[in-house]
C-alpha cells in the first residue's frame, strides 16, 4: 500500500510500497502539487518503473513553469534505481 | 532447454490455499490473475518465500523489483486474456530462480529490448522501457523462450549480494 501525505511544511511523504497498482492513485495526489516542493522518501520500501514515470510526469509538468521536485531520504535501494536510471539528470536528488 | 518444476523425486503436498506449493521446501508456485491489482497477493507470495529462505534484503528488493516489471509487462501486452501467469520461485544452489511463465502471450524478448535514452532532456526522458532496462542491469541473468503462444523468462540471482 501507498499513502502520500504533505506536512504543514509542504513536505510531500511517501509511505509504503509506490508499485504499479499504486500509480494511479500517486498520480492522483501528486497532481496536486503546483509549487517546488520537497518530497520525503524516508518511510518509502520500495519503488518500480511505474512510480518512476509518476515522478517524471510531476516533474515535467512542474518544469514547465519553472518548479521542481527536490527528492530526499532515499532507501539505498530506491537510490540505486534513480542512479542506475540517471534520474539524478532529472532530479535533485539529497 | 526446459529444467522440470518438479524433480521427481520430490513429493509435492500442497501446504497453504489459494493453490501455493511447497516442494521439499524449495520451491514455491503460484498463479496470478492478470492484472497490477495481483501485485500485492505477488508481493506477499515473494515475501513467504523470502522468509523461508532467509534471503537478504538487497536480493528481496531486486527480485520484487524484476517480477514486478516483467508481470506487468506481460499484462500490458495481453490485458484481455483470461489466462493466469504463474510464478515459480527455486532455491538452486547459492541461486535464486525465478520463472514466470504466461500460457497466452505474443512472442516479446526482455533480453533484446533497446535501452532508453538515459541521458535525454527531462522533456524526452519517458518511463517506457525503463523497466526491463532496470531488470537487465540489476539481475545477473535473463533467459527467455517462447513457444507455442507460451512465454517463460527465467531470472537467475545470486543469494550473496
Same mark, same amino acid.
Given at each position: 500500500?501507498?499513502?502520500?501525505?504533505?506536512?504543514?511544511?509542504?513536505?510531500?511523504h511517501?509511505?509504503? $510500497?509506490?508499485?504499479?497498482?499504486?500509480?494511479?492513485?500517486?498520480?492522483?495526489?501528486?497532481?496536486?502539487?503546483?509549487?517546488? !516542493?520537497?518530497? /520525503?522518501?524516508?518511510?518509502?520500501?520500495?519503488?518500480?518503473? !511505474?512510480?518512476?514515470?509518476?515522478?517524471?510526469?510531476?516533474?515535467?509538468?512542474?518544469?514547465?513553469?519553472?518548479?521542481?521536485?527536490?527528492?530526499?531520504?532515499?532507501?539505498?535501494?530506491?537510490? /540505486?534505481?534513480? $542512479?542506475?536510471?540517471r534520474?539524478?539528470?532529472?532530479?535533485?536528488?539529497? | 532447454?526446459f529444467?522440470?518444476?518438479?524433480?521427481?523425486?520430490?513429493?509435492?503436498?500442497?501446504?497453504?490455499?489459494?493453490?501455493?506449493?511447497?516442494?521439499?521446501?524449495?520451491?514455491?508456485?503460484?498463479?496470478?490473475? #492478470?492484472s497490477?491489482?495481483?501485485? &500485492?497477493?505477488?508481493?506477499?507470495?515473494?515475501?513467504?518465500f523470502? #522468509?523461508?529462505?532467509?534471503?537478504?534484503d538487497?536480493?528481496?528488493?531486486?527480485?520484487?523489483?524484476?517480477?514486478?516489471?516483467?508481470?506487468?509487462?506481460l499484462?500490458?501486452?495481453?490485458?484481455?486474456?483470461?489466462?493466469?501467469?504463474?510464478?515459480?520461485? &527455486?532455491?538452486?544452489? #547459492?541461486?535464486?530462480?525465478? $520463472?514466470?511463465?504466461?500460457?497466452?502471450?505474443?512472442?516479446?524478448?526482455?533480453?533484446?529490448?533497446?535501452?532508453?535514452?538515459?541521458q535525454?532532456?527531462? &522533456?524526452?526522458?519517458?518511463?517506457?522501457?525503463?523497466?526491463?532496462?532496470?531488470?537487465?542491469?540489476?539481475?545477473? #541473468?535473463?533467459?527467455?523462450?517462447?513457444?507455442?503462444?507460451?512465454?517463460?523468462?527465467?531470472?537467475?540471482?545470486?543469494?550473496?549480494?
Amino acid at each position: 500500500m501507498l499513502k502520500i501525505t504533505v506536512d504543514s511544511q509542504g513536505v510531500v511523504h511517501l509511505q509504503g $510500497r509506490l508499485d504499479a497498482s499504486q500509480a494511479e492513485e500517486a498520480t492522483k495526489a501528486l497532481s496536486k502539487i503546483t509549487k517546488s !516542493a520537497v518530497v /520525503d522518501f524516508a518511510e518509502l520500501d520500495y519503488i518500480s518503473s !511505474a512510480g518512476l514515470g509518476v515522478l517524471i510526469a510531476a516533474q515535467k509538468r512542474l518544469k514547465e513553469s519553472g518548479q521542481g521536485l527536490t527528492l530526499t531520504n532515499m532507501n539505498n535501494h530506491i537510490r /540505486d534505481v534513480f $542512479r542506475y536510471a540517471r534520474f539524478d539528470l532529472i532530479f535533485k536528488i539529497n | 532447454m526446459f529444467k522440470k518444476i518438479y524433480p521427481k523425486r520430490t513429493k509435492v503436498t500442497d501446504l497453504k490455499s489459494g493453490g501455493a506449493f511447497f516442494l521439499a521446501g524449495e520451491l514455491m508456485q503460484k498463479s496470478f490473475r #492478470r492484472s497490477v491489482k495481483s501485485l &500485492e497477493s505477488v508481493f506477499s507470495f515473494i515475501a513467504d518465500f523470502f #522468509r523461508t529462505h532467509n534471503v537478504n534484503d538487497d536480493v528481496a528488493f531486486t527480485v520484487k523489483f524484476a517480477v514486478e516489471e516483467l508481470f506487468t509487462n506481460l499484462v500490458k501486452y495481453n490485458p484481455s486474456s483470461q489466462s493466469e501467469i504463474s510464478l515459480n520461485l &527455486e532455491i538452486e544452489g #547459492r541461486n535464486i530462480v525465478v $520463472r514466470i511463465t504466461d500460457t497466452e502471450s505474443q512472442p516479446f524478448d526482455p533480453t533484446k529490448s533497446p535501452e532508453p535514452d538515459l541521458q535525454a532532456p527531462l &522533456e524526452k526522458r519517458r518511463a517506457g522501457g525503463l523497466g526491463i532496462f532496470l531488470v537487465k542491469r540489476m539481475i545477473d #541473468r535473463i533467459e527467455y523462450h517462447h513457444t507455442d503462444k507460451m512465454s517463460t523468462i527465467t531470472l537467475v540471482h545470486s543469494l550473496e549480494k
